[in-house]
């Protein structure tokens, strides 16, 4: 339970995932009910949400209702717990998000805050506020926070029946993925301490060349800490030549294959921009293979 949370809300009279109660009024007295009503709805109060076992991203709005939004989570197995920025300058930006930690609280400023070390069952909560007035009356305002998010593992799939290009025999010598027109594209989030994670967020960048407009792609994962995509690419034309190479199929085919190249990685995007160099790998778009020589088993 969040215990903290919980007195946070009771203390400012407000309760955790609702919005302002109805107003209640004296029946015999039809106009102190309306001017009660209308003193309720000027009335401003925090709103206190608690969140799920997964990493969240939060898109809302400030409002003259509701200036501070406050929100809990809790480490169940002492997991690390993220706070992230994804939009702008924790320190500029017009509003503030700040953390509680040792019963103060402290003001977010750098881009990303990791709580580590922490018991089963730890709170971290934090709260959003108008760095200056309200302009307006509303306030929008994106936060990330929830379990960290680790990408166990990636992949880019090859096309099913591809017959793929052997090592060495093309440049460069290895292509990871091998496609006709489309790949799937698959991977997999946990928390720190291994258990399946919804809400972490995966990009593939992927493009032909300098001039070609990078192709992204950006993954969510489910409750299961599994997310997929197949990816059309379409046929395509032209293309390098590889080297020609026997491939055993009902006998042994002699292929000679165009193919076009492109450079991809694939990194976690719940984290941001990637700010170190990424892992790149190479796919293989191949347009033609032709068959030179059939050579039929035998018997």
């Known amino acids: 339970m969040l215990s903290i949370f919980v007195i946070m809300a009771s203390a400012s009279g407000a309760h955790a995932n609702t919005g302002a109660e109805d107003p209640v009024g004296v029946s015999s007295h039809e106009t102190n009910e309306a001017v009660a009503a209308d003193a ?20 809302d709005v400030l409002t003259d209702k509701h200036p501070v939004h406050y929100y809990g989570f809790v480490s169940h197995r002492g997991q690390d717990v993220l706070l992230y920025t994804p939009v702008g300058d924790p320190v500029t930006n017009e509003w503030k998000t700040e953390y509680y930690e040792n019963g103060e609280w402290v003001a977010q ?21 108008p760095r200056n007035s309200l302009v307006g009356g509303r306030l929008p305002y994106t936060v990330r926070l929830g379990s960290y998010p680790v990408l166990k593992n990636y992949e880019l ?40 994670l919804e809400g972490g967020m995966a990009i593939l960048d992927l493009s032909f060349g300098e001039k070609e407009a990078s192709t992204r792609h950006i993954l969510v994962s489910g409750a299961d800490g599994f997310a997929s995509e197949r990816i059309e690419f379409g046929r395509c034309y032209g293309g390098a030549e590889a080297q020609d190479f026997v491939h055993a199929q009902r006998g042994f085919n002699t292929w000679r294959s165009n193919y076009r190249v492109a ?9 941001g921009p990637i700010t170190a160099m990424p892992h790149i790998f190479y796919m293989g778009h191949i347009c033609t ?3 030179l020589r059939t050579v039929a088993p035998r018997g």
Do not use: C
């Not at 309720?40 to 898109?59: A, G, N, W, Y």
């Not at 990303?112 to 959003?128: Q, S, Y």
């Not at 450079?263 to 984290?271: D, G, K, T």
């Open 40 to 59: 309720v709805q000027e009335i401003s109060e925090p709103r206190f949400t608690v969140m799920l076992d997964k990493l969240h991203s939060v898109v």
């Open 109 to 129: 400023t750098l881009e990303t805050k990791v709580f580590k070390d922490l018991t089963p069952g730890a709170e971290v909560i934090i709260r959003v506020t």
């Open 157 to 196: 799939l090859d096309e099913p029946g591809v017959i793929r290009i052997p090592s060495g025999y093309t440049n460069p010598g290895w292509l990871a993925t091998q496609i006709y027109k489309e790949a799937l594209l698959e991977v997999r989030f946990s928390d720190t301490k291994g258990t399946p």
């Open 263 to 271: 450079r991809y990685f694939i990194s976690n995007f719940s984290l």
């Open 289 to 291: 293979q032709t068959v």
